[in-house]
């Protein structure tokens, strides 16, 4: 069974604290790894899709990386408006079968 | 089209009875998604629609819930003789093709009192 554990559960940071958050993931067959931000209330927003270990993608102060068992989110000089859940999810399958397994997300409050 | 959107934002029903929601997928998007989420966790995957085919559905779907994308539209998900258990955030997302980030509604919240 597809499993994708996310850590810290919450984090707190000061406003230009930079950190990372750690996605690791058990998947057979990974087709790809997303990392979303949901806000309170509301739907998750995409933010990166990594295909291959290796891979980087980045977006203002964001910075995803990609190794074989896990991801990383690395923030950099974090703004409070930062401040949300951000949810990992990895997708294997092929075809037209496609299965999308959820992390439960690190909460993430920056401070003035 | 300005994303994915869904109707209505928040539901409250009695115990027992049926409730339906409605997805309405940006236009171009063939590939149509439902979750499910609860506080404190991570969506969950509820079922799949590549046009107006369902191609997958979990186990988490027992046979109170159903959903429909008529003429690979807009999507409606009904769940009959409510449960409190069935209180949650129901989401929906689509994507154009496989391998590709979904775009997400902004969710319904049902509340079963």
């Known amino acids: 069974e597809d499993q994708v554990t996310q850590s810290p559960e919450a984090l707190r940071l000061q406003e230009g604290e930079s950190s990372s958050l750690n996605c690791s993931y058990t998947?057979?067959?990974?087709?790809?790894l997303f990392w979303y931000r949901q806000d309170p209330g509301k739907g998750p927003e995409f933010l990166f899709t990594?295909?291959?270990a290796g891979e980087e993608k980045e977006k203002e102060r964001l910075k995803a990386t990609l190794t074989k068992k896990e991801s990383f989110l690395h923030i950099t000089a974090p703004k409070p408006e930062d401040s949300a859940t951000y949810l990992c999810?990895?997708?294997?399958?092929?075809?037209?079968?496609?299965?999308?397994?959820f992390g439960t997300g690190t909460k993430l409050q920056v401070i003035p | 089209d300005t994303g994915v959107s869904q109707d209505p934002r928040h539901k409250i029903t009695k115990r027992g009875q049926n409730v339906t929601f409605r997805c309405d997928p940006i236009?171009?998007?063939?590939?149509l998604y439902w979750y499910r989420q609860t506080l404190g966790q991570g969506p969950e995957f509820l079922t799949y629609?590549?046009?107006?085919?369902?191609?997958?559905k979990s186990r988490l779907l027992s046979d109170r819930f159903s959903a429909e994308r008529p003429k690979g539209s807009f999507s409606t998900l009904e769940i009959q003789r409510t449960e409190q258990g069935d209180s949650a955030m129901y989401l929906c997302?689509?994507?154009?093709?496989?391998?590709?980030?979904?775009?997400f509604g902004s969710g319904t919240r049902l509340t079963v009192v």
């Open positions: 997302a689509s994507s154009p093709v496989i391998n590709y980030g979904y775009t």
């Open positions: 990594l295909y291959s």
């Open positions: 236009s171009e998007h063939n590939r």
């Open positions: 999810a990895v997708l294997r399958g092929s075809g037209g079968y496609q299965k999308v397994t």
């Open positions: 998947v057979s067959g990974l087709r790809g």
């Open positions: 629609f590549q046009n107006e085919a369902q191609l997958e």
